[in-house]
């Protein structure tokens, strides 16, 4: 039988981390009340998506470029500003990259709502701003989702009833979860399946703001390989006439 009361000078090397950014961004409280009236009016009547369990996406209301409202433009160019500098600090050389912000919508769940587990196929770099929450978790964790436990060994080892490993471990993590308050920023790749647990205050209106990014080639180089070239280069297909 194998004793580990001594441990053995055995070295764990964690490898190839996912790099999500957070920071906790200052609101002006009279900037967050203003904002938070005007979401409140954009959504209109509609109040889910259409299933009543789910939240209300302006996306899929028509209300996705929020940065171009002029009570957002200054939380989209602070937004804008630490993606430049997420993108920095994961090894992007910016001066092959421009950077596009795509759309940028708001996201408000009641009780009982949630959004499900999905990905954004659309962008390259996602962010998600809160205007509401206490930190608690009681209107809707963000959960960051790991396609498989990294350490499993073999995907799908460690699933189904019984499975060997041991919940919560730190190596085999299978989701991150972030509490929502005023103020926090969450940058993460568009690719990371994410969902939001249900609004479980009957007080509450979760209220949070989502920003969707690409990188492509700058003008003036052209494209690398698998960047594409900047918009401004591509050239639209008419369809023919039938
Ligand atoms: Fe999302």
Known sequence: MLEFLCPLPVEIHSLFP?????ERMAMDPLTLARQLQTLLGLQGEAINNPDAGCAWTGDLHGVWQLHQHHDFQSLADEV???VWMYLERT???LDQIALHLQRCWPVLSTA??????HHHPNAHVSAVVYLSGDGEGREGSLCLHAKHQLNELVPGLAVGFGGPIQDHHPL????WTFNPEPGLLVIFPSRLDHSVAENQDEESVRVSIS???VLTAQASRGPAEYVSPHPDQWHQCQRPLS
């Open 18 to 22: 996912t790099v999500v950014a957070t």
């Open 80 to 82: 804008i500003a630490r």
């Open 91 to 93: 090894g992007f050389d």
């Open 112 to 117: 009982g709502q949630v959004v499900g587990r």
């Open 172 to 175: 085999n993590q299978r989701v």
């Open 211 to 213: 920003f969707d990014f």
